[in-house]
Every structure is written in C-alpha cells, then in structure tokens.
C-alpha cells in the first residue's frame, strides 16, 4: 500500500506499515498451520495494473493474482497427491 498512487503522504506510509504488519501476522499464522499457505501476489504498480481510481488493483493485477493462487494450490494437490 505504500506504493499506490492515489494515497497522499503521509496515509500511504501509514497504510503501508500497518499493511506490512498485518502480513507479517499472517506469515506467523501460516506457518503455524500446515494447511495454510501465505500467497504473496507481486504485480508491477504501473497504471495499467490499477482501477482507475488509482487505489484498488486492477482486472489486469487480479488476473496475475488468480494465476498466482490457482499454480499455488495446483503445486499443493500436486504433493498430496490428489
């Protein structure tokens, strides 16, 4: 979050810590839970992969996010041997 365009300084810092503290929290829960995996989405922020309000991802970010979490669990069922 402390990226996005749309937030002014000093929010988008703040968001952005607040954002890096909850996901730290969610790697401490995945990781205490062999069931769960924490699926970190990479995407570049430029204005193509943004909603044009600047703030949410866009059809484009959402597209690379649902490839990354559908090879996620195709690589989980894959080791279970489903």
């Not at 002014?8 to 730290?24: D, V």
Request: hydrophobic share 45%; proline share 6%.
């Amino acid at each position: 979050m402390h990226l996005f365009p749309a937030l002014p300084q000093p929010l988008r810092w703040y968001l952005g810590m607040r954002a890096k503290r909850f996901n730290g929290l969610l790697k401490e829960i995945a990781a205490d839970c062999s069931r769960c995996e924490l699926v970190t989405t990479h995407f570049p922020l430029e204005d193509a992969y943004m909603a044009a309000d600047g703030f949410h991802p866009g059809a484009l970010a959402y597209c690379v996010w649902a490839n990354q979490i559908a090879a996620s669990i195709r690589s989980r069922l894959a080791s279970d041997g489903s």
